[in-house]
């Protein structure tokens, strides 16, 4: 049982769901208590060991029903149907499975051990030697509809059906010549041969169940793409739940390559210069490495982020992912404005992503039903937090710079711009409609390093990956 949830947990990780070893571990203990006679109880035992979002709860009941009810669900359904073929009830059908067993006993001494448990109905087995033979051809690997009968025939090939076949003709051609019975002979007949495409059923089904554990994965990047495209004013309640746990993913990501980069440059660059100096006395052979000294910086992080109610879906996704960079710098100051502008820093370090998206949305701070005056947020910031940005800050502005025709004050993004290592400004709107109407974007762009459009996920994985080059 270990060996299948280990691989159950690897299967949950190809398909988005993170489980830890410690987790799986967990999984190992919650089992033994609940065994596996009580499929509910199992199925609770799992889902409370190997998954803590809710988000990932879709994945792991379709995973949990293809992989606990697949191989061996399979085996038991071809083996319902043989007996439903042979118009037996249970009792009946066991009775019959003793005579198949006192008759290989007599003529089946040469059969493979796996036509014999094929033949006695042991599905353990036969699970056990199909699973073997599924590692052996490496069925893992398959990812496409159109592979599938490649990698039947591989199974069937390592199972070796082909001997099976000649077996259970042979054991026909035995069974003629028995005195068994008339209508018992028949039925025997009956049964190899509807157990021999029993098998080769399981083999099609089981290639099948494996491709579509992968497909799951598939369907769900598929889907993520559709949406990828799809602007965030227009996203569905079902797509915003989706996006959300995507923009956890990207800045995950994010947060992984700036850590795996922060240990590269650890030591600094390579210096030559010195290395040489310092082993003359080798004769130039540089047993002694010397790096650079590298300049410890801290850098700093200013959201100013637009939540008016024309960009409220970019909003919470921008804000969403403001938090999830907390980890990555030494300090990260939020703000959010409509017209008004106020800080929301202790309230993303106090709470979790949701309470915090929520009390930073619904109007307390701010008065989120104003009119958007991006000039007016901006000269209050330079009059009352310019003393947050300095020379390792960067600034990032999230907003439509939709100004509603009242005073731009660009004036004042000038002067964040020469305190500030730099200005990365993030639109929600389409660039064609920049500097159109009450858009003041031709004004600010002036004062900004990088100006992108990010009005939906694809966007914003193309941003943050420009971020993380520079």
Same mark, same amino acid.
């Given at each position: 049982?270990?060996?299948?949830?280990?691989?159950?947990?690897?299967?949950?990780? %190809?398909?988005?769901?993170?489980?830890?070893?410690?987790?799986?571990?967990?999984?190992?203990?919650?089992?033994?208590?609940?065994?596996?006679?009580?499929?509910?109880?199992?199925?609770?035992?799992?889902?409370?060991?190997?998954?803590?979002?809710?988000?990932?709860?879709?994945?792991?009941?379709?995973?949990?029903? +293809?992989?606990?009810?697949?191989?061996?669900?399979?085996?038991?359904?071809?083996?319902?149907?043989?007996?439903?073929?042979?118009?037996?009830?249970?009792?009946?059908?066991?009775?019959?499975?003793?005579?198949?067993?006192?008759?290989?006993?007599?003529?089946?001494?040469?059969?493979? %051990?796996?036509?014999?448990?094929?033949?006695?109905?042991?599905?353990?087995?036969?699970?056990?030697?199909?699973?073997?033979?599924?590692?052996?051809?490496?069925?893992?690997?398959?990812?496409?509809?159109?592979?599938?009968?490649?990698?039947?025939?591989?199974?069937?090939?390592? @199972?070796?059906?082909?001997?099976?076949?000649?077996? +259970?003709?042979?054991?026909?051609?035995?069974?003629?010549?028995?005195?068994?019975?008339?209508?018992?002979?028949?039925?025997?007949? %009956?049964?190899?041969?509807?157990?021999?495409?029993?098998?080769?059923? +399981? +083999?099609?089904?089981?290639?099948?169940?494996?491709?579509?554990?992968?497909?799951?994965?598939?369907?769900?990047?598929?889907?993520?793409?559709?949406?990828?495209?799809?602007?965030?004013?227009?996203?569905?309640?079902?797509?915003?739940?989706?996006?959300?746990?995507?923009?956890?993913?990207?800045?995950?990501?994010?947060?992984?390559?700036?850590?795996?980069?922060?240990?590269?440059?650890?030591?600094?660059?390579?210096?030559?210069?010195?290395?040489?100096?310092?082993?003359?006395?080798?004769?130039?052979?540089?047993?002694?490495?010397?790096?650079?000294?590298?300049?410890?910086?801290?850098?700093?992080?200013?959201?100013?982020?637009?939540?008016?109610?024309?960009?409220?879906?970019?909003?919470?996704?921008?804000?969403?992912?403001?938090?999830?960079?907390?980890?990555?710098?030494?300090?990260?100051?939020?703000?959010?404005?409509?017209?008004?502008?106020?800080?929301?820093?202790?309230?993303?370090?106090?709470?979790?992503?949701?309470?915090?998206?929520?009390?930073?949305?619904?109007?307390?701070?701010?008065?989120?039903?104003?009119?958007?005056?991006?000039?007016?947020?901006?000269?209050?910031?330079?009059?009352?937090?310019?003393?947050?940005?300095?020379?390792?800050?960067?600034?990032?502005?999230?907003?439509?710079?939709?100004?509603?025709?009242?005073?731009?004050?660009?004036?004042?993004?000038?002067?964040?711009?020469?305190?500030?290592?730099?200005?990365?400004?993030? /639109?929600?709107?389409?660039? /064609?409609?920049?500097?159109?109407?009450?858009?003041?974007?031709?004004?600010?762009?002036?004062?900004?390093?990088?100006?992108? %459009?990010?009005? /939906?996920?694809?966007? @914003?994985?193309?941003?943050?990956?420009?971020?993380?080059?520079?």
């Amino acid at each position: 049982m270990q060996e299948k949830l280990v691989e159950f947990a690897n299967l949950l990780r %190809e398909n988005g769901v993170r489980v830890s070893l410690a987790e799986t571990l967990d999984a190992f203990s919650a089992s033994e208590v609940t065994g596996l006679a009580e499929r509910d109880a199992f199925r609770a035992a799992l889902r409370a060991t190997m998954v803590k979002r809710a988000s990932e709860l879709p994945v792991f009941e379709e995973l949990f029903d +293809i992989y606990f009810s697949g191989l061996g669900e399979i085996i038991k359904q071809a083996s319902q149907a043989v007996q439903n073929a042979l118009s037996m009830s249970d009792q009946e059908f066991q009775k019959f499975l003793d005579e198949v067993e006192k008759m290989l006993k007599k003529e089946g001494k040469n059969l493979s %051990e796996l036509a014999k448990q094929l033949l006695q109905n042991n599905s353990g087995e036969m699970e056990r030697k199909i699973r073997e033979a599924s590692r052996a051809v490496k069925l893992q690997g398959i990812e496409r509809t159109i592979e599938e009968n490649y990698f039947a025939r591989a199974l069937a090939r390592q @199972l070796g059906l082909d001997k099976i076949e000649a077996e +259970i003709k042979e054991l026909r051609e035995q069974l003629e010549k028995m005195d068994i019975g008339s209508e018992l002979k028949a039925k025997m007949e %009956e049964y190899l041969e509807r157990r021999l495409k029993a098998l080769d059923d +399981i +083999i099609r089904r089981y290639v099948r169940m494996e491709r579509e554990k992968r497909d799951i994965k598939q369907k769900e990047d598929q889907r993520l793409n559709q949406i990828g495209e799809k602007s965030f004013y227009y996203l569905t309640e079902e797509e915003l739940k989706k996006m959300n746990e995507a923009v956890t993913r990207l800045a995950q990501r994010l947060k992984n390559v700036i850590t795996v980069r922060r240990k590269r440059s650890k030591k600094g660059r390579f210096d030559i210069k010195r290395t040489l100096r310092q082993n003359l006395t080798y004769g130039g052979v540089p047993f002694k490495l010397r790096f650079e000294k590298r300049k410890k910086e801290k850098p700093q992080v200013v959201i100013l982020c637009d939540v008016s109610d024309s960009v409220r879906n970019a909003s919470r996704f921008m804000l969403q992912f403001v938090y999830s960079l907390q980890d990555l710098y030494s300090r990260v100051r939020s703000f959010i404005f409509v017209a008004d502008i106020g800080e929301v820093t202790e309230c993303f370090r106090n709470n979790d992503a949701k309470e915090a998206l929520d009390v930073a949305l619904k109007g307390d701070i701010i008065n989120v039903y104003a009119h958007s005056n991006f000039g007016y947020a901006f000269r209050n910031f330079v009059t009352d937090h310019l003393g947050a940005v300095n020379k390792r800050t960067t600034v990032i502005v999230l907003g439509d710079a939709r100004n509603n025709y009242n005073l731009p004050h660009d004036w004042c993004l000038r002067e964040i711009r020469q305190r500030a290592k730099r200005v990365i400004w993030l /639109n929600p709107e389409s660039r /064609n409609t920049w500097g159109f109407g009450d858009s003041e974007m031709d004004r600010y762009a002036p004062h900004c390093d990088l100006v992108e %459009e990010c009005r /939906n996920l694809n966007q @914003l994985y193309r941003v943050v990956d420009r971020l993380v080059a520079s």
